[in-house]
């Protein structure tokens, strides 16, 4: 009996992880998987993020490939079941693992993969990636690195069956220093990536605060009627707004802080919006965003611009 038990055990271990994606429609031909509103654990198997396919007449086409090879390949089984069609690209909106490390499930099934500079200068064969090391080996399973096929550099047209894709880097630095929106015009409709988040709070870490608010702007003038972030729920034209006031907000904080000589040692005690304190990471993002605000800011001269 114990080995019996022992057996069911070490086989339930190497099973993968089940993400029980379910594709939420947004318009005709379009889907996307919502992730949850959380840090990257072993419970949610790295599903903490948003991906979305379009349907075309020649094939699907992934914005985002998500945390895993087996979370790509239980996105795949969804698409199919909608219609059997064989995904032709994937685009990466930017270079953090949560949004890409499904790209080797894909480039198996013959996809081109498309992203930014970032993706080519910052990932490498063989390195460890912040999924990798949260997961661990069973959860992380066949998920490998891939190089990409395409690389832009600012924008890219593409045409696949009767859709068009529009590729855009908006801002030299925003979220990161490569971030790619997705405008597909006849829809009005932009994927973009970690430029949006709502729900839950945003990371600075690898970006600009500045830059992040010009790249809101810049979505906001394409007057688009759904906006799909890389994180967070809301979709409809309204989406930018909560980001937009938290960094405004934080812009406005910690100048005053500056003007009034606080050290960026007491910043982050100053700097607390307690506004936001219910948004769903506050108690992780929010102080080192204010640290790296202050740290921008103190550099910065509007009188530059």
């Known amino acids: 009996m114990k080995y019996v038990l022992l057996l069911f055990l070490i086989s339930s271990s ?18 996307c998987f919502f992730g949850k509103l959380e840090n990257i654990t072993k419970e949610n198997g790295g599903n903490m993020v948003n991906t979305c396919f379009v349907q ?33 690209y994937v685009i990466n909106t930017h270079d953090h693992d949560d949004h890409w490390l499904g790209n080797s499930f894909y480039k198996s099934k013959g996809a081109l993969l498309i992203g930014p500079r970032t993706y080519e200068q910052n990932i490498f064969n063989g390195m460890e990636t912040r999924m990798q090391r949260v ?52 829809y009005k409709l932009v994927f973009a990536g970690d430029l949006v988040f709502n729900d839950r709070l945003t990371s600075l870490r690898d970006g600009s605060l500045l830059g992040s608010l010009k790249a809101l702007h810049d979505i906001d003038v394409l007057d688009a009627k759904i906006i799909v972030g890389g994180h967070g729920y809301m979709t409809d034209a309204n989406a930018t707004k909560h980001l937009k006031e938290y960094l405004v907000t934080m812009k406005k904080e910690v100048q005053n802080a500056l003007d009034n000589d606080v050290s960026m040692e007491a910043v982050t005690k100053k700097v607390l919006m307690p506004q936001y304190k219910e948004m769903k990471l506050y108690d992780i993002l929010h102080s080192r965003n204010v640290f790296d605000a202050y740290q921008e800011l103190e550099m910065y001269d509007e009188e530059e611009e």
């Open 56 to 88: 075309t007449k020649a094939g699907f086409v992934v914005i985002d490939s998500g945390p895993t090879y087996d979370y790509a390949e239980q996105a795949y089984v969804q698409m199919q079941k909608i219609e059997k069609l064989p995904v032709k």
């Open 14 to 31: 190497l099973q993968a992880f089940e993400y029980n994606l379910v594709p939420q429609k947004l318009a005709q031909g379009v889907h």
């Open 135 to 186: 997961l661990g080996k069973v959860l992380f399973g066949k998920t490998t690195i891939v190089k990409l096929d395409t690389i832009v550099e600012s924008n890219l047209s593409l045409r696949v069956g009767t859709k068009h894709f529009e590729i855009r880097q908006l801002e030299p630095i925003a979220h990161t220093k490569g971030d790619l929106i997705v405008y597909m015009p006849e």
